[in-house]
């Protein structure tokens, strides 16, 4: 499990599945301000189910990610936060296995073949594949 900001990062991701998750979970609160116009809130969400499915191919494992709905006022008189549901699951191929709605509260089950995964890394061996000898740059903050 990985939460909240750390779905962003694929070194997060990858740390999971070398250690041997056999999915990764993404419990997240995440959405955009009512403010912004429509296409920028469609970006936002588009990026963050993008980087999902990245994670799921990346690393052939299953993603699921849940999160809420409705509306959160900003204690300091901004619009606060509407929160995008959209809770989802996906295979190990990025593709989608369910997904939530963006208004009502919704409990979404599905079935995951853990199995799978193996079959799909055959197919992608990006783990095996990894050039670990010129990664040595990501243990620093910005590469010199």
Known sequence: MLVCWDQWYPE????????GAELLLYPTAIGWDPDDVQDEKDRQRG???????????????????????GHEP????????????TSHVLGPQGEFIAEAGTDEPQVLVADVDLGRSEHVRRI?????????????????????
């Open 74 to 85: 900003s204690p300091l008189g901004a619009s606060g936060i509407r929160f995008w549901g």
């Open 12 to 19: 997060a991701a990858r740390l999971m599945a070398l250690a």
């Open 124 to 144: 992608w061996p990006f783990l095996r594949d990894r050039r670990i000898d010129a990664y040595a740059d990501l243990l620093k903050r910005y590469r010199d």
């Open 47 to 69: 990026a963050w189910v993008l980087s999902h499915r990245g994670h799921a191919v990346a690393n052939g494992l299953p993603v699921l990610s849940c999160n809420r709905i």
